[in-house]
């Protein structure tokens, strides 16, 4: 987290510069490569980044480990996929309806941030089999384990997005339109707040904060995100089963935050695209997946407190170090002082 | 309610207050009168229950038997949170700042309650949340400037000295000018010349309108900045005056400054 | 729905109780290892599936070992296993002193590595155990029981009696509660602390272990196993009152009774759902468990 009332506008500057051109790059790349498998996959990182992104706000800014994400991100699948296959309801609309939907059974969840720590991430993990089991027993409503099939594509202003480069710029601009609204958490009432629950609720509630109602509004913010994520996965591959919602998914998602680092949204996106990418590109990991998963995440509690994130950034410093030295012919870093 | 102008004159009442916990009785039928505008100390041996009492007055513990009145009114079922916003405001023993935010960043928590942006505000950078962060970063600076520290306003709480950090919490709890300011042992740890530098600022607490509970075990510091002193000693009242009262007092010096007189030498 | 008969409800009774073993020994890992470092240790679960899947194996290897060497093996193989991970991973961060989440979410992080391990080597369909005990029922009075259900309780109940004569009795068990309750004071004792909370692990495992042989040869071993019987496992230690021993004995005991005798009642394809609720019901209302409120009433 970049502090508030930050004069250090320089660095501020720089991370800006980086942020344009990585959005540069991700508008411009379907006209580089368009492969449709690859811009397949790019949208599957998107649309799994926006529910990392939800989990980041729940973990790494209030610091509570929800282990029960899948929950919502199924919720906002099912949902959307009735409402467009079985209502008519338009995309848009679903879309929204997903992300309420999500939003509405998180309230369910308020009472249980009272609790902290471990016993809140079991109670969510209880909360998740709940819903898994619901999806899979109601038939009538999910199609249980059949399946859920004919979900129609998505549109939008009446135009069927059939070209994946089409529903590639849907899924990754839902994703910045999040990453934006979330950056704008740091540096404000809010975001001080529940990084003060984070660090020492106690406190936070000696100052007058009041930390159970902010806690359920992240719980609320991260279902919304990944109610909106589940709709967008509904109509990506068009067929749900109660496979896509278990435990499972919740660790995915956990394990995007955690690799990415802790507390940063660009690194929900890093985690996102090794997680869901990763195993595309390396086959032959293919059935070891988890278990290098389940490593890595051990890995980086030992190891790597800031995940990816941490890493890109300071290579980046790096790199700029360096240019900057040689732009100004300077001699290297360790005969001058720091 | 009795409203009569005696009654205005105290800020905070502790009626027979006890707090049990399982079969140990911590503070046993105490009664506090800290009048408007003065400095109140609370002293006493080592587990006589001080830190207990003020965590009461805070609404860290309900009490098991008392009342407890801010102003006018009965707070004893109050969570902390809402006497906070009352204007009840404290300071931990143990130093509860948040060591990755900025001094400054830790000092705005204390505004937190003063303010409404919520997540909407932020993400649509609405006039209100610019309105308020201009101010808290005002009000902030202010508060630290008043305590001295500001220059190291952008410095991580967790890399700062420790004599700073006392401050730093005494400027988080300060911003939202408190009615009622509970002091506990803001002066552990600090050396002589730190620990008068903590006298002064709790004289110009007082002196701009807060009133303040002071645990304190630094004697010089009680002694010099109190104006009225209430001893503990084993969850129970002992004594109860001013600084010259409690200094001369027999019960007193038995129980408790007449050791403390023989470990630290006078200093007073 | 009607009343049960006897023969009914002694069938159900047994087959709690059976059950209700299992979640003990596991609820006993969790209280142990909650009471000793703060945290709820999420690989429990797999601890005990490892230790089911190496009784097997070792079934296999020699078909002739008599059903205590199996479970004998059970326990070894877990109690290493857990013990491993303390020492490879757990240790190391605790000395960091690292927030408590990365602790916990370290454990997560072992379980996936485990059920994920344990599914590249063993596979991923289900196996049956060989038949361990006796098939023809006993008879109680014109009341008959399963011969496996009958030994696990005894086994179960004897493992645990074990074990509380081991904390009450012995050195280090007494040494081990003391640190679980007051580690500096401990400490100044003369407890080595680092040993006590491998014999934690050590022994927490060891229990694991039993639970696993018992449950693997009422259904079978398979891969997940630990997933959901560890989350119950946790249910019931939460039951009975996290930190406390006694209170998970007898929050596995209650709570096997309890899910065998609703499924009866309610869909079986919410079974594990009662568990669920019932787990958030008690954080909810009643975060101290049987032995808080049992406290309370003093």
């Not at chain 1, 509405?104 to 009472?111: D, Q, T």
């Not at chain 1, 009041?210 to 995100?225: D, G, P």
């Not at chain 3, 006694?246 to 759902?273: C, H, N, P, Q, R």
Request: aromatic share 8%; proline share 3%.
């Amino acid at each position: 987290m970049t502090a508030s009332f930050d004069p250090t506008a320089p660095r501020r500057g720089a991370v800006h510069r980086v942020t344009l051109l990585v959005v540069a790059a991700l508008i411009v790349l379907p006209w580089v490569e368009a492969d449709k498998f690859a811009l397949h996959i790019l949208s599957l990182i998107a649309i799994a980044s926006i529910a990392a992104m939800g989990l980041q706000v729940l973990l790494g800014y209030s610091g509570q480990l929800s282990i029960g994400q899948a929950a919502f991100y199924g919720i906002g699948a099912y949902t959307s996929a009735l409402l467009t296959a079985k209502l008519g309801v338009p995309f848009p609309l679903a879309l929204i309806g997903a992300g309420v939907a999500a939003a509405i059974a998180s309230l369910l969840m308020v009472p249980i941030t009272r609790l902290t720590g471990a016993y809140l991430a079991v109670a969510t993990l209880g909360f998740s089999i709940i819903v898994y089991l619901f999806i899979q027993n109601e038939e009538w409503l999910t199609g249980g384990s059949y399946g859920f099939i004919g979900i129609p594509r998505a549109e939008l202003f009446g135009y069927v997005l059939r070209d994946p480069m089409l529903s590639y710029y849907l899924n990754v601009g839902v994703a910045a339109i999040v990453y934006f609204t979330f950056a704008r958490i740091e540096g404000s009432r809010f975001g001080r707040a529940i990084n003060a629950i984070r660090q020492d609720a106690d406190a936070a509630r000696a100052s007058g904060v009041r930390v159970t109602l902010l806690k359920s509004e992240c719980f609320v913010i991260a279902a919304f995100v990944a109610g909106l994520a589940g709709s967008l996965y509904a109509h990506e591959v068009r067929y749900l089963a109660p496979n896509d919602f278990t435990f499972w998914k919740s660790i995915e998602i956990l394990i995007m935050a955690v690799i990415g680092g802790v507390g940063s949204l660009a690194g929900a996106i890093l985690g996102a695209a090794v997680v869901v990418g990763l195993p595309e590109y390396l086959r032959a990991i293919g059935d070891y997946r988890m278990l290098v998963f389940g490593a890595i995440l051990i890995a980086t509690m030992l190891f790597g407190e800031g995940g990816l994130a941490a890493l890109c950034a300071t290579l980046v410093r790096r790199v700029g170090e360096v240019s900057r030295r040689l732009a100004l012919k300077l001699p290297p870093r360790n005969e001058t002082a720091p | 309610m009795n409203t009569s102008a005696h009654d205005d004159a105290w800020l905070l009442e502790a009626r027979s207050v006890t707090r049990r916990f399982g079969g140990l009785l911590a503070v046993d039928a105490v009664d506090l009168a800290v009048r408007r505008g003065s400095v109140h100390g609370l002293i006493g041996p080592n587990g006589a229950g001080k830190t207990t009492l003020l965590n009461l007055v805070a609404g860290v513990h309900r009490v098991s038997s008392g009342v407890l009145r801010f102003g006018a009114r009965d707070i004893t079922q109050h969570s902390s949170a809402r006497r906070a916003r009352a204007g009840i405001r404290r300071t931990f023993q143990n130093l509860k700042l948040f060591g990755e935010m900025t001094a400054l960043e830790n000092v705005a928590i204390g505004l937190h309650a003063q303010m409404r942006a919520g997540f909407f505000d932020a993400v649509l950078a609405t006039p209100r949340h610019r309105r308020e962060e201009r101010s808290i970063e005002d009000r902030s600076m202010t508060v630290l400037h008043f305590v001295g520290l500001a220059g190291v306003a952008h410095v991580r709480s967790g890399a700062l000295a420790y004599g700073h950090r006392r401050l730093l919490e005494i400027a988080r709890a300060m911003v939202a000018r408190p009615t009622l300011l509970l002091l506990d042992e803001p002066a552990a740890g600090l050396n002589v010349t730190e620990a008068a530098h903590v006298s002064e600022l709790i004289a110009r607490i007082r002196d701009a309108g807060t009133t303040v509970i002071l645990v304190e075990h630094h004697m010089d510091v009680v002694m010099r900045v109190s104006d009225e002193i209430t001893v503990l000693n084993y969850g129970r009242r002992l004594a109860h005056g001013t600084p010259a009262q409690i200094q001369e007092d027999p019960g007193v010096i038995e129980a408790y400054l007449g050791r403390s007189g023989e470990n630290e030498g006078a200093q007073a | 729905m009607g009343a049960l008969s006897v023969s009914e409800f002694v069938d159900l009774m047994v087959g709690g109780l059976a059950i209700g073993c299992v979640y003990s020994l596991i609820a006993l890992g969790f209280a142990m290892i909650m009471r000793a470092t703060n945290i709820i240790h999420f690989a429990q679960g797999e601890v005990m599936m490892l230790g089911c899947m190496c009784g097997l194996t070792s079934v296999w290897l020699l078909p002739v070992l008599p059903l205590l060497l199996v479970v004998a093996v059970g326990m070894a193989s877990s109690g290493i296993i857990a013990l491993a991970m303390e020492l490879a991973v757990y240790r190391t961060l605790r000395r960091r002193r690292v927030p408590i989440m990365n602790l916990i979410t370290a454990t997560v992080g072992m379980s996936i590595l485990c059920i994920n391990a344990a599914r590249i080597i063993w596979g991923s369909e289900p196996l049956r155990f060989p038949e361990l005990f006796a098939t023809t029922a006993y008879e109680f009075g014109g009341v008959r029981i399963s011969p496996q259900l009958f030994w696990i309780m005894v086994m179960g109940v004897a493992i645990m009696g074990a074990l509380q004569l081991f904390l009450k009795h012995t050195r280090t068990g007494l040494a081990m509660q003391a640190v679980a309750q007051d580690p500096e004071a401990a400490q100044l004792m003369g407890a080595n602390l680092t040993r006590m909370m491998a014999y934690t692990f050590a022994i927490s495992g060891m229990m694991a272990g039993a639970a696993g042989i018992m449950l693997g040869s009422m259904f079978f071993a398979f891969f997940e196993m630990g997933f959901i019987t560890g989350l119950k496992g946790f249910v019931a230690a939460t039951l009975g009152g996290l930190g406390s021993i006694t209170g998970a004995m007898l929050g596995g005991i209650l709570f096997g009774l309890i899910e065998t005798f609703s499924a009866v009642f309610l869909s079986s394809a919410y079974k594990d759902g009662i568990g669920m609720i019932l787990l958030i019901a008690i954080l909810l209302v009643f975060p101290s468990g049987l032995v808080g409120l049992w406290q309370k009433r003093r």
